[in-house]
């Protein structure tokens, strides 16, 4: 896409325009993505919509055998609250099948995806899939405009449901500390507000960090591999 468009956009209004796991995206390459405006996923981007009396609802697509590579989310040091460096999933509950993240990264959280609000009756499930070297870099901000980062690879917050990471690999991903403002947190994976169990099953972390690169301003450090907040229900990791 050579950083002048991302590769898929999946909006819903209602039930007939959803997605579900019959849609398979398989076999590709996802590479060089950003998106045209300032704004989330760099790769794919799945927006849903509320029902009332239900909540959230969204898509559901399953990604196989797909290699996201060097994406990014769009941002300036004036609007930078950019979340999923590939993938950005709101109200939407994606599956990931042998997929592989490497080298994407976001302005704020979630350098390989952001997951926000999504529908709580549903899993988002991680089979098989590789983390490597993702991370969350912010720009140079104006002594007035800072902000606290999320999850080197996998930022998960404001309402989700169950979220299933099995067989998966989180190798090298990281953080940049630029702010004394802030907390910088889960140099893999940050997880907050989950309705349902986090459960990482079978997994592989090694040389994920949060850290401050020489010249950038300081800040706080939590977690180099996985930070949970505020969970509503149990964390299992086997």
Same mark, same amino acid.
């Given at each position: 896409a050579e950083q002048k468009h991302r %590769?898929?956009?999946? !909006?819903? !209004? /209602? !039930?007939? /325009?959803l997605l579900d796991t019959t849609f *398979?995206?398989?076999? #590709?390459? #996802? *590479?060089?993505?950003?998106?045209? !405006?300032?704004d %989330?996923?760099?790769s794919v981007k799945m927006d849903g919509y509320h029902e009332g009396n239900y909540g %959230? *609802?969204? %898509? /559901?697509p399953l990604f196989q055998n797909v290699v996201f590579e060097a994406n990014q989310t769009k941002h300036s040091s004036n609007d930078a609250y950019k979340e999923g460096g590939a993938v950005y999933a709101y109200r939407s509950t994606p599956f990931f099948r042998d997929v592989t993240f490497k080298y994407n990264f976001a302005a704020r959280g979630g350098g390989a995806i952001g997951v926000s609000s999504a529908d709580t009756n549903k899993t988002i499930t991680f089979e098989r899939t590789k983390f490597i070297g993702n991370y969350v870099d912010p720009p140079n901000f104006s002594v007035n405009i800072q902000m606290s980062l999320y999850g080197g690879a996998v930022f998960l917050s404001n309402d989700v449901g169950k979220v299933v990471f099995e067989n998966s690999t989180f190798d090298s991903n990281y953080i940049k500390i630029n702010g004394n403002c802030c907390t910088n947190e889960g140099g893999a994976i940050y997880a907050q507000s989950l309705y349902d169990s986090l459960i990482v099953r079978n997994s592989k972390f090694r040389h994920n960090k949060v850290y401050k690169p020489d010249?950038?301003?300081?800040g706080e450090a939590q977690a180099g591999a996985i930070r949970i907040s505020d969970m509503l229900a149990h964390v299992e990791i086997t």
């Open positions: %590769h898929f956009y999946f !909006s819903a !209004s /209602s !039930s007939r /325009s *398979k995206i398989m076999d #590709l390459t #996802l *590479k060089n993505g950003r998106p045209n !405006s300032y %989330h996923g760099g %959230h *609802k969204g %898509h /559901s010249g950038n301003n300081g």
